[in-house]
């Protein structure tokens, strides 16, 4: 959540709302298999008081999407848990990414306001130092004459 408050009827794709047939029904998976799916920790639905499950659409897609890894892919079920914990973890990577990446971003613009700052409280009547270039040229310096001499 970006912290302001949501409306608690809103609707969202982690909202928790279908029963295990509705969800078996909306994969294409019998119940039996959401079941088995919950045990491996494959998909974990929120649980109602009762204890019953309660799929969001998020868990609805998770559950298409372990079906097609395992049939069209062949991958066994440990492999397809392994690729939900990286793809979780990658996508929490990503989101830290992003934080880093805003605060880096808040801590330059403040160091270049900080500069301006600085450059703007220096003294006018200074004139800056330019680097006199050194030469082999030879001044001779002759005293002026003294008057009546």
Same mark, same amino acid.
Request: glycine share 6%; no cysteine.
């Given at each position: 959540m970006? +912290?302001?408050r949501r409306n608690p009827y809103e609707l969202t794709d982690e909202t928790p709302v279908y029963v295990i047939?509705? !969800?078996a029904q909306l994969s294409g998976l019998h119940p039996q298999t959401l079941r088995q799916y919950d045990r491996l920790g494959l998909v974990?639905?929120?649980?109602?008081? +009762?204890r019953g499950r309660r799929y969001s659409a998020r868990d609805? =897609?998770?559950?298409? @999407?372990? @079906? @097609?890894?395992?049939?069209?892919? +062949?991958?066994n079920l440990a492999g397809i848990k392994r690729i939900i914990e990286l793809e979780n973890q990658v996508a929490a990577l990503q989101s830290r990414i992003?934080?880093?990446? !805003? !605060?880096? =971003?808040g801590a330059a613009a403040a160091m270049r306001q900080r =500069?301006?700052?600085?450059?703007a409280s220096y003294r006018r009547d200074l004139v800056p130092y330019t680097d006199v270039q050194q030469t082999s040229a030879?001044?001779?310096w002759r005293p002026a004459p003294k008057r009546g001499e």
């Open positions: 970006d +912290g302001r047939s509705v !969800a974990s639905p929120d649980r109602t008081a +009762g609805i =897609e998770l559950l298409r @999407q372990v @079906q @097609q890894l395992s049939q069209d892919e +062949g991958i992003s934080e880093l990446s !805003a !605060a880096v =971003e =500069e301006a700052q600085v450059h030879l001044v001779v």
